[in-house]
């Protein structure tokens, strides 16, 4: 034992000396000889550690710690070990014990002590934070703050400081600071005040400025917040501390209602924070506030659209921003949201804003805002029962407040107007303006009560009008009341247009203002405008079926006005693929399809609209009296009779067009006897049109219609003998007297009474081409006459009547070909000596047919005329080719047959000519059946 003693102490003079190798081997010797030596292994595991054997080394130490844990000098090795060999960052529960040992040993705070102990307690602390082991950990690290004095130690004690704050708070910005003891709250205070003030901006950590502001904001100490922060802004120029400070003006404007003059250079700073970053949310909000309070709602919906949106809004903010100054700030932005989409205007704005606003109002916001604009957006959208309940809980709200009731007035007084009950809304607008002069929606609304009530003081109306534009030019409705107004009273389209298309622009989406538009553009004859319009809102897509419907019927009738018969054709069939029975547009399409000449596809519609009127007993005389105009046209003249005799017998309002209609089946009747040679029987019905046409209800039309019938109903009776039988007409048509009865007329006073009756026609509508040529025919037939009568002076004055009549044919329309050829029809019947005029007349007809590419058929007529002219002139080859190109032109017409087998026949063809005259004789018989 002696033996060992003393060479334990030659081992530790060796150790003192630095002679780590001798020291070594008599050590390890020492433990061969008595393994159970605590000295010879501490002092082998110094040794080991000095010639870089870590393994032996810490087996050493190990040895002795697991034997002896109250020898301070196997853990302390330890811990040279691991700082030696492993990296004490790392976690490991040895060297936690052995910190906890050592600390243990070392109970003074002996200032020869404080190093060891400042080194063990980070140590310590270090590994207690890795292992997760945190019960009394908060001890040591107040001990080592309280030990890491002076310079020496900052970094121990800013350690211990950090490492408290998160011991306390483990979760930052998410730990509930409330359900901390109050000293805990008090001594992270401490703390973070202690930590920061040994700092600089180059040496400081941002988060922890942002960390203390956040702390002091969620804990309710706003004022300490604000120092802090303006304190943070000088030292460490720290970003969030401007946005606290911004925050806090925000919430105070916010609150208030109006930037306060103490406020503006806190306002100010939203300057530096958008440099360090533009598109920040709380840089919006304050854009969007000044937005809001000038009135500018399109812009501050935009800007607080994108401060509250998830992407990049708010909630993207980093989570230091959640503290009640920003829940506020949210809250309002949300209300002054709502009531920038609500005074935006539009079906969907309104109802976000309604939903947003209700949203505010769960959250108990007490602001009389909310529930005034709650209440438009309710009467746009719901009705005006809702926004009723609205008013009513804002009433209940604010029973106390008389001022905040007063300004509900106005919300009553847009309820009222509603229900028109203009007493009660111009005196509860004119209070509510007392108090809140510059809300444009009361001043609409006592416009629209003196508008409505037509006050004599249009003044008084148009200054609310001019007022509630002037507070907020983006307000759609006024526009339209104002360009109104300027159209009616000052008579400036241009101006008037302005405003319209003003107000279509801010709210194109309203379906009142469309309307309004479209109605002004159809009055102001601006129908491609309106058209523009109506197809615009239908392609959009926004508009409720209703609106649709409407918008559809309006866009085909401004079509069928300006003949788009496609586009008419295919609204209305978009109609009633939704309203299939709806009765009005089924007659509307059968027009429609009617002026396009779909005649048989409008028959079959108007005849199933008649069948379905008759099976359910309702009246269907528009449907039938249409059907029965559109069988007149498709040549039906039995059906069409009998129709019009039955719209005769039971319907006033179509009677007299159904006599007119039966007047026109007559003529057709007569015109078709008369070419076949039934004299008797075109007379009896041009008997029937003149009696037809002659009933008082006709004439009491005024019509050029009627006349120009009676007239053509008179012409025909050229047709008729001198002797044979005549018309019977009133003595009211012959001579203007009051007697009853009829007069017997001959063909010579027949034809005589057509000249008057156009003459009448003509008087009512002058600009008619084809009433001058009905003229010129009368007089020339009447000419024609009168010269076989031997009344030649008289022959001559109504030829030249007839001639006068050709000029303003002509000048009315120049270019009809059947003008020119009638032209010179009554030329060459006129006077020999005018054949060359009625021949370039013939020539000009001609030209026109060619240049508007008319059927080859219509042009028969004329060459036939023209070669029957050069027959007279017996030049027969020439009058040969000309009829050959009318026969050409229609071989089923008989005259060119017939009058090339005139040429034949003096041209010494006899054989040719009957052939010839055979053939025209077939025709003519096949024409006259057809025609039966």
């Known amino acids: ?31 061969s000889d008595d393994p159970t030596s605590i000295h010879a292994r501490l002092f082998l595991g110094k040794a080991s550690m000095e010639l870089e054997k870590p393994d032996r080394a810490i087996e050493c130490f190990r040895t002795v710690a697991k034997s002896h844990p109250d020898q301070a000098a196997a853990w302390q090795g330890i811990i040279v070990f691991y700082g030696k060999y492993k990296k004490v960052e790392e976690k490991s529960d040895e060297l936690r014990e052995a910190f906890k040992r050592c600390l243990d040993g070392l109970l003074g705070e002996e200032e020869k002590l404080r190093p060891k102990l400042v080194e063990y307690l980070v140590g310590y602390c270090r590994q207690a934070f890795l292992s997760g082991d945190m019960e009394g950990l908060q001890s040591y690290l107040e001990r080592l703050i309280r030990m890491a004095t002076g310079f020496t ?26 359900a901390l003891p109050e000293h805990q709250r008090d001594l992270v205070l401490t703390t973070f005040e202690e930590l920061l003030s040994e700092f600089d901006q180059s040496s400081l950590d941002q988060y922890y400025p942002q960390e203390h502001l956040n702390t002091l904001l969620r804990l309710g100490r706003t004022n300490e917040a604000d120092r802090f922060a303006r304190n943070y802004i000088e030292r460490f120029e720290t970003h969030f501390a401007v946005s606290v400070i911004v925050m806090a003006a925000i919430r105070r404007t916010l609150i208030a209602g109006v930037l306060a003059e103490t406020d503006r250079g806190d306002w100010a700073l939203q300057d530096k924070l958008a440099t360090i970053e533009a598109q920040h949310p709380l840089v919006r909000i304050g854009k969007a506030i000044v937005a809001y309070r000038e009135n500018k709602f399109k812009k501050s919906a935009e800007l607080l659209e994108k401060a509250l949106s998830p992407g990049k809004g708010i909630a993207s903010l980093s989570p230091a921003f959640n503290v009640p100054y920003m829940a506020d700030i949210q809250l309002y932005s949300k209300k002054l949201l709502a009531i920038s989409w609500i005074c935006l205007g539009g079906a969907e704005n309104w109802k976000r804003g309604v ?29 005006v029962e809702e926004a009723e309940k609205t008013l009513a809980n804002g009433y209940h709200l604010y029973a106390a407040d008389k001022d905040a009731l007063t300004i509900l007035g106005g919300l009553e007084a847009l309820t009222a107007l509603e229900r028109k009950d203009y007493e009660r809304v111009e005196a509860l607008s004119e209070s509510a303006l007392l108090l809140e002069e510059k809300n444009h929606l009361t001043h609409y609304a006592l416009f629209r009560c003196l508008w409505d009530l037509r006050r004599r003081d249009p003044r008084r109306c148009i200054y609310h009008l001019q007022r509630s534009i002037d507070i907020y030019p983006d307000f759609a409705l006024p526009h339209l009341y104002l360009g109104f107004y300027i159209w009616r009273e000052n008579s400036d389209a241009e101006a008037a247009n302005q405003q319209y298309e003003l107000a279509y622009k801010l709210l194109p989406t309203d379906a009142r203002v469309i309307k309004a538009y479209t109605d002004f553009c159809t009055l102001d004859h601006r129908d491609e405008k309106a058209i523009e319009v109506f197809r615009h809102c239908l392609q959009s897509g926004t508009f409720s079926q209703a609106d649709c419907r409407w918008m559809r019927l309006r866009l085909a009738l401004l079509c069928y006005r300006n003949k788009l018969w496609h586009e008419c054709i295919s609204n209305l069939r978009q109609i009633l693929r939704s309203h299939p029975d709806d009765r009005l547009v089924r007659e509307f399409l059968a027009d429609a399809l009617t002026f396009r000449g779909n005649y048989w596809s409008a028959a079959g519609l108007f005849e199933a609209l008649v069948k379905e009127a008759e099976a359910a007993g309702e009246p269907s005389e528009y449907s039938l009296y249409r059907l029965a105009s559109i069988r007149q046209k498709l040549k039906m003249d039995v059906e069409a009779e009998a129709d019009f005799v039955r719209l005769k017998e039971t319907s006033s309002t179509f009677r007299g067009m159904s006599l007119i209609s039966l007047a026109e089946v007559e003529l057709r009747k007569a015109r078709i006897a008369f070419k076949a040679c039934l004299p008797v029987i075109g007379v009896e019905c ?11 209800s006709v004439l009491r039309l005024k019509s050029p219609m009627v006349w120009s019938l009676l007239g053509d109903a008179c012409l025909l009776m050229r047709y008729v003998r001198p002797g044979d039988t005549t018309l019977l007409v009133n003595h009211a048509l012959w001579d203007g007297s009051e007697q009853t009865g009829k007069i017997s007329l001959n063909i010579r006073q027949v034809l005589y009474l057509a000249t008057v009756f156009y003459g009448v026609a003509i008087d009512l509508k002058r600009t008619s ?13 009447l000419a024609q006459r009168v010269k076989s009568a031997g009344d030649v002076e008289a022959s001559r004055n109504w030829t030249k009547r007839s001639l006068l009549a050709v000029r303003e044919m002509l000048q009315r329309n120049p270019y009809n070909p059947w003008v020119w050829h009638t032209a010179g029809f009554i030329v060459a019947g006129s006077d020999h000596s005018h054949e060359m005029d009625a021949c370039r007349l013939y020539t000009k007809s001609i030209e026109l047919f060619r240049y508007f590419e008319l059927n080859p058929t219509v042009v028969a007529p004329t060459w036939t005329a023209l070669g029957f002219m050069y027959v007279n002139k017996k030049r027969y080859v020439a009058a040969n080719a000309l009829l050959t190109r009318g026969q050409n032109a229609d071989p089923k017409h008989p005259e060119p047959w017939m009058g090339q087998a005139w040429c034949a026949e003096r041209l010494g063809h006899p054989v040719e000519a009957m052939d010839l005259n055979r053939h025209a004789c077939s025709i003519g018989l096949a024409v006259r059946i057809s025609r039966h």
Not at 1 to 28: F, G, N, P, S, T
Not at 155 to 174: F, N, S
Not at 686 to 696: A, E, H, I, T
């Open 355 to 383: 939903e947003l606003l209700k949203e505010v109002e769960a959250a108990r916001l007490r602001d009389w805002e909310v529930y005034f604009y709650e209440g438009y957006g309710q009467i746009e959208t719901v009705g």
């Open 1 to 31: 034992m002696a033996d060992i003693k003393a060479r334990l102490k030659r081992v530790k003079e060796l150790l003192d000396a630095q002679d780590w190798q001798k020291a070594y081997d008599i050590a390890d010797r020492i433990v």
């Open 153 to 178: 130690f900052k970094d121990a004690r800013v350690e211990g400081r950090q490492k408290l704050l998160r011991l306390i708070i483990p979760h930052k910005y998410v730990t509930d600071l409330a």
């Open 769 to 781: 081409c084809r009433l001058w040529e009905r003229l010129a025919a009368a007089y020339f037939f």
């Open 686 to 696: 041009c008997q029937k049109s003149v009696n037809f046409l002659s009933d008082s």
